[in-house]
């Protein structure tokens, strides 16, 4: 993917936006954060324009896009999720490194399958094979990834992941936003932005490591990450990233100048107190089909990887989902994991699996529709 660089431009388009947000305010002025999210959309424009029929041609050309539209094969599943309240409630319990125990527990595997009891909320929890397992946890079944490790717990509860004794070169955060939608939706808690500040990622961090934080749309989540956040953990603002979400025809999922839902959203990178030799474009356009999961991300492993290296140790906070090789951390860092959302199908390769025996091979649920 080629970088994108932003040029200025006054069209009919963002006098367009203008006029219906005006419209639609009737008698009121527009608000400062109107004004602000207008200014923002119409500074980066040209390049989201540009980068995205840049790798929307391109991914019809190689068809993974398609003019045809293709439909969703049956409903999403409506497993309902109680591990932000458990999570909750654990806070009363124990750390298990108070007791000098250790902070690190292994999900043990009999021909890729496991039913056990495991301490979810105070301590880490690895899978060091090499394939996926499904496991019993809480009464429900979770696909747990190969090579991955992962912390249940509250925004209050993150020391076992401090003591875990690990730094990490890529750490990728996607906070729970506050914002209107959510307060009414209810759909999930969030977070004011304030709070941010106590995560421990200088503790986290490795030298040089490379920090991206998912932004919504409103430019004063932004300003906030770039001069308040990134400064006080000791992170230099290196980039802004666009990831802009298509249908499976390739065309954006809501229109570009929307006044109310825009098709894009921002990562911003920075590295932690280091240098490198390796280049970073401060602008780049990320082109992909949008999961049907509510809010869910597209995974920045071989995006980055140029940046941090094949053999990065990655960490996620605020996860719902785990990742191969990744270590996560949230208080609902396993729901995307129930077996529910996957489908499993048998695999006949030989490394598929270290008994050497067909092994399971799991997916997530196809792209939103058109």
Sequence with gaps: MESCITTLCLDDSFAHSWHSLN?????????????DSLAFHHKIRSAILEGTKSLV????????????NDAREGPLPSQECNLAALCDMAKELPLVSEHGEDPVQF??????????????????TENCMDFAMEVMLMGEKYIIPP??????????????????????????LDPPWENKSVKRS??????????????????LASTGCVVVTWVTNRPSHLRFVRDE???????????????????????????LDSPHKKPYEVLVLGRYRGKTELPMEEQRVIVSVPSALH????????????????????????????????????????????????????????????????????????????
């Design 23 to 35: 419209q639609k305010r009737k008698r009121n002025d527009l608000n400062q954060g109107e004004i």
């Design 57 to 68: 041609d391109a991914g019809l050309s190689c068809e993974y896009l398609s003019e045809v």
């Design 107 to 124: 999900i043990e595997s009999e021909d890729g399958c496991s039913t056990t009891h495991l301490d979810l909320f105070t301590r880490i």
């Design 147 to 172: 090579r991955c490790a992962f912390l249940l717990s509250d925004f209050a509860r993150m020391q076992p992941l401090v003591g875990y004794g690990r730094f990490f070169d890529l750490i990728v």
């Design 186 to 203: 209810g759909r999930y808690s969030f977070l004011p932005s304030s709070q941010l500040k106590r995560l421990p990622v200088p503790l």
């Design 229 to 255: 956040l990134y400064p006080h953990w000791g992170v230099e603002v290196l980039a802004e990233w666009f990831w802009v979400k298509v249908t499976r025809s390739g065309e954006y999922v809501f229109p």
């Design 295 to 370: 809010s869910h991300k597209p995974s920045l492993s071989e995006v980055l990887s140029p940046y941090v290296g094949a053999d990065a140790r990655c960490l996620e906070l605020f996860a719902r989902s785990l990742q191969p090789g990744w270590t996560s951390w949230g208080n609902e860092v396993i729901k995307f994991q129930h077996v529910s959302y996957y489908t499993m199908e048998p695999t006949d390769t030989a490394t598929g699996s270290l008994h050497g025996e067909s092994s399971p091979h799991f997916s997530l649920p196809p792209p939103t529709p058109d």
